[in-house]
């Protein structure tokens, strides 16, 4: 009877603790709630951010349809390719993987076959959608370490550590890699500290007759890297290297809590100072929970 008295005590001690809390989440919630309303709801823009948005969503938009025209970047390495290893160095959006999907194209019609690494399981998810779209899911596999669909077709999607598997296997069993062409994207992760091994072994070990095509946006020292390619396979390289600035403009923006929308960086390239408001209003809050 004693020991159920006690249970019962606390038992109590608890409910009164519990609602005790709840009280004060209660109050806490309230005093921050905003009030609800369309109008409190509506971002306030002041002309200066009206006229620096209006500048950050400029241009943006669908183009009009147009017959594409190849760069002649584009086209010279299509014609390189065909007798030499290509490293293809562009900014990003500039149009490298057009080059890899209008040789693998050649290649179908041919009947031969070609292999597309990435270092990236997500990247190698996306090629593989966009390239059974091209040349339709029978043509195209996918090879990662929780992928193995289609792996007999002509075209096969993978991440590099599972093309330099496949080489290391080759070597094991005497066989050879049953590809004629791949295509190396993102080739400057060569320099990585922790996996860049692994591209290296995938250029040593693919035998000469396959043709190499490297895509990367920043390779500073293509030369030197063109070089190393050479010495280590005796093949030929051709460096296309296109210079400038990105075809597709980059523009940064926060979107607040409020729904404004304000340019990252000001006019002047700086950091954009509106922007700390939000900070400290998240500073306040988080003082003001702690205290509850």
Do not use: C
């Amino acid at each position: 009877m004693a020991h159920t008295r006690k249970k019962d005590k606390k038992n109590n001690r608890d409910k009164v603790r519990s609602n005790t809390n709840r009280r004060k989440e209660r109050k806490f919630k309230r005093e921050l709630a905003p009030e609800s309303s369309a109008e409190n709801d509506a971002p306030r823009f002041s002309p200066a951010q009206s006229k620096s948005v209006e500048k950050l969503l400029q241009g943006i938009g669908t183009p009009k349809p147009a017959p594409f025209v190849p760069d002649d970047f584009q086209t010279e390495a299509l014609e390189a390719i065909e007798f030499e290893d290509v490293l293809v160095t562009a900014p990003t959006g500039s149009g490298k993987t057009w080059i890899a999907r209008e040789e693998i194209r050649r290649l179908l019609e041919k009947g031969k076959r070609a292999w597309y690494t990435t270092p990236l399981k997500a990247l190698t998810n996306s090629k593989y959608v966009e390239f059974s779209n091209e040349f339709g899911a029978e043509n195209v596999g996918v090879l990662t370490g929780d992928r193995k669909e289609n792996y007999n077709a002509p075209l096969i999607v993978g991440t590099t550590e599972i093309y330099r598997n496949q080489l290391f296997d080759a070597l094991r069993s005497g066989e050879q890699v049953n590809t004629d062409f791949v295509i190396i994207d993102e080739a400057h992760y060569l320099a990585d500290e922790e996996r860049g091994h692994v591209w290296e072994e995938a250029i040593i070990l693919s035998p000469p007759r396959i043709r190499l095509l490297l895509l990367s946006a920043t390779v500073g020292n293509a030369e030197e890297f063109a070089l190393w390619i050479e010495e280590v396979r005796g093949v030929k390289v051709h460096i296309i290297n296109r210079r400038g600035a990105r075809p597709v403009e980059l523009r940064a923006a926060f979107l607040a809590p409020n729904q404004q929308l304000f340019p990252l960086f000001d006019n002047d390239g700086k950091f954009n100072r509106a922007i700390e408001q939000f900070a400290q209003e998240d500073n306040r809050f988080e003082r003001r929970r702690r205290r509850y």
